[in-house]
């Protein structure tokens, strides 16, 4: 019975690696992970699985085999489109895609699974790797137990040539530049055969060091150690490096009996113990009447380094090395970081509030991403037809929707609703996405300045809640979140802040919530609870924009939020509010999405918050700058006192600001109402933004200027969602 086939033609027989071909017929073959979690990148091991009408019903009268072999996986999970849960054959066998063309290379068997130093190996993973050198044409790998060790690895290489082979230091040279050092065999023979099973398969149990027609590859060149060693009486006086390691070499052995020691052995990944390392110092210090230190011996870990170390003039001095200490600590394995969305096999998006303004830019920068694959788009709407058909206006409205195929295939709009548990996908989606999904953008929310905290508390804090429970449940997967710099609410104005940190606490500014928006106090509430999941290990990262703009060269802004209309109704009724001190930190709203994106791009951006602000203070644009450029623009608006400007609107009908008069007038603190609240701005500081930005000189932030003020007007006009009289 065989489920995989392949053509063994020359050219693969040349190959250090054999395929064993792909499915035949209609068998399926998937690759699954430990969680059962399709591999499809090439060069990731995963057990073979198979699928299709030839599989068997099982093992006669073998119930607990079957329940280990013969699972059913959910098709979606297995990117199938079928809504019936497949049935799978799990064989045991690990292997890899060799690349996209669906051809497959056996690495082992899952049972070939040990733990060495507390790491589990798979010993397929070695041999496979050793079989990777040009002059190797196969290679068996054994782990042999011991006792007072973790145990060791030995490997059995047939060579390409007998006569011209390689050597066992250029072996390990070899796979310490792919595998870490516990993967590193200890002892390494050359053979001119592998003995075979009945069956035809090697026969681990019959592979023994020596025979007689072969002699085993020691790692040392010339000679078996134990009887080249002879102990050496030492003086004070050092005689060369040779003597001191041969003494070395001699200790060692008494050690490691073993172990087939070589003077560029590391003799801690030989087994040697803390234990016998101490007693190793003790004995150089009877022999060599000198000190050297245990940090010297794991510094010189062979025994040609260790002598060489002894007969230098600073034998004892191990240095600490801070670089060292610096770079390791960036060193997570990237199989413990959350999967890179950008890499091949990733690309799949899940983003919140594609149907708003800042929403519509960052998924109109993820489709134009070669390595995004699909954008799924949670998006509200009477039905799914209807939200498809929002998005794509929203898309249409900022000129974002350029119709070709290979974007718009790329969108996949989930009708849904952030303020739901399972965000309105019901529990089957819901699942699906969850382990679909390489990372989470949450750009949804309500944003209104006017309504209390309870009309946002579904949608921002709710909604936050269950993006998050989207990200933290199924495969793992980073959040992008996008808050506000409004977290930081008035603290300005009521605990005389004048500089915020991206990534200080939101805690001290909490008694300010209640002279902001609702909307300010549920950002603050949401951000708390993104901050718990991030603590609680969701890979995360924050950014805070500051007021979002128009584009700066499109020049479509929202109409609808508040300096849209701050600048309508301001020209409608003719004057302009005198409000110092007072800095909404304009950005456009491409600069905030490209920004976004790119800091969203590196794994090494996530866990800190970003300000998406101007980069320097004095690029902000006050009240007073605005006033002068709608002068400078041809709109003779009179600078006025705050109160008089709010009476001017209640008194303009139709005013644009008129649905905001909430914001403008009711009083929240000694007199002043929530917009007035807002002065005495701190700085928010953007250092992380700075220097996650300064690989692309290109994402520029582009002040708010008269030439883009007018280009704003214009557009609004020739929407007809402004005009300049709005009584006539
Ligand atoms: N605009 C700014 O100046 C600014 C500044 C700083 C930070 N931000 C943040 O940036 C994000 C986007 O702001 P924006 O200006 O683009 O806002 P927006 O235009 O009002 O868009 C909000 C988006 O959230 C969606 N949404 C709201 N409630 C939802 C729910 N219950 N379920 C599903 N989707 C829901 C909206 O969908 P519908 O279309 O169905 O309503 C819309 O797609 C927000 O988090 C906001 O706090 C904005």
Redo the contacts with the bound molecule.
Sequence with gaps: MFATVGRLDPEEMRRSHVSIGRPVGNTKVYLLDEDLNPITEAGHTGEICIAGPQLSPGYLNRNEENEKHFISLSATMLGESSDKPIRVYRTGDLAQWRDKSGLLEFIGRADDQVKISGYRVELGDISCCVEKHAKVHACVVKYIPEESSSGYIEAYVVPSNWDSQVTSDELVHWVKTSLPQYMVPSTIYMKRRLPLSHNGKVDKKALQPHNETEQPHHRKEGGHPKNGITKTTRTNDREGNEEVAQWLLSALQGFLPKSEISMNDDMFALGLTSLQAARLVGMIKREYKESITLAQLHQNPTVEQLAKSMNSSDSNSAQFSLERCVEDSKDLGSDLLPPDWHSNGEGRVFL?????????HILHGLLAMPSVQKVAC????KNSVDAST?VKQ?LEKYNLWDGRRETTQKIMVLH????DST??LGEKQFRWLINWASVVF???????WCQPYEAHH???VL?TRNVIRAAMLGRRKSLHY?????VWTVTGYINKVDRVYEDESLDPHLNALPYDTG?AAS?FVAEQIVRRARAGGLPTAI???????GHSKSALA?E????SRLIMGSIQCGCFPHLPDQFLDY?T?DY?AEAVLHIASSRDNLGRSYH?VPPDRSLSIGHDQKYTMLRDIGYPVKMVDYREWVERIRDSPGNALESMMPLLDEPVHEGLSRLQTSKNTPVYDPTNTTRALQDRPDIKYVALDATLLKQFIENWEKREVFTSCPSL
Excluded at 378 to 381: C, H, P, S, T, Y
Excluded at 442 to 448: F, I, K, L
Excluded at 560 to 563: G, I, L, N, P, Q
């Design positions: 919140t509030g594609a149907t708003g303004f800042l929403g519509a949670l998006a509200r709407g929002r929203t849904g609703d952030m303020g965000l309105g949450h750009v949804g929310a309500r944003v209104n579904v949608p921002n909604g996008v808050s506000s710099i409004d909307y950002q950014y805070r924009p500051g007021f979002i703009i929202n609808k939020d508040y300096f950005v709203v905030v998406i």
